[in-house]
């Protein structure tokens, strides 16, 4: 035990003593906590996943992620239940749950970063009026849905936190996976910059 101890204590003097010289490293080839991997990394993707988790609400949803220089942003939102529904002269009862969130990429190696979260969520109930079409349609394409409306004193406020992890696999694109206290996606980025230097 007292030998596992050392090794341990040894393990951490060589990492705190190599950070102080810019980043800290396990081996040559694995340098830690590197924050300028950070920097010119402007990428754009899509999250899916369910929001609402742990609740009553919680449904599947999309959303969408942004990350520059580290600092990331996104957001999830489930529609409600019937808003495509073919059915007329209907009123339904249904839900909605949102969050939006930002954290910051922390570098552990060059291809993993963990990122803490905090932000915001909101749950509403609400009436989806199917005797009611709404038309959308522009040059390229056409579509129909029925409008919502929250039901007054249904709309909950919650602070949203949690944290995830980005993957790397390689300069063109991250994959993300997150849970927070209201809400359990993944995502996909795309390194914008990555492509405009090619």
Not at 58 to 83: C, Q, T
């Amino acid at each position: 035990m007292k030998r596992t101890l050392l090794i341990i204590a040894l393990l951490v003097c060589s990492l705190g003593a190599k950070a102080q010289t810019g980043y800290a490293q396990v081996e040559k080839n694995y340098p830690l906590f590197e924050f300028e991997l950070n920097a010119n990394r402007l990428e754009f993707g899509f999250n899916f996943g369910e929001a609402g988790s742990f609740s009553n609400y919680a449904r599947l949803a999309m959303g969408a992620n942004l990350l520059v220089n580290g600092i990331y942003l996104d957001f999830l939102a489930s529609e409600p239940e019937h808003k495509y529904s073919r059915t007329s002269d209907t009123k339904w009862n249904d839900h909605v749950a949102f969050c939006i969130n930002a954290g910051y990429q922390i570098p552990i190696l060059k291809w993993l970063r963990v990122m803490p979260l905090v932000g915001y969520a909101q749950t509403n109930d609400g009436i989806t009026d199917a005797s009611k079409t709404i038309w959308d349609i522009d040059e390229y394409s056409s579509s129909t849905y029925h409008p919502y409306k929250v039901t007054k004193g249904t709309r909950e406020h919650y602070l949203n936190y949690g944290g995830g992890l980005s993957i790397q696999p390689s300069k063109w694109f991250s994959i993300n996976l997150i849970a927070t206290r209201h809400a359990i996606y993944g995502g996909v980025g795309v390194d914008l910059l990555a492509f405009a230097r090619k």
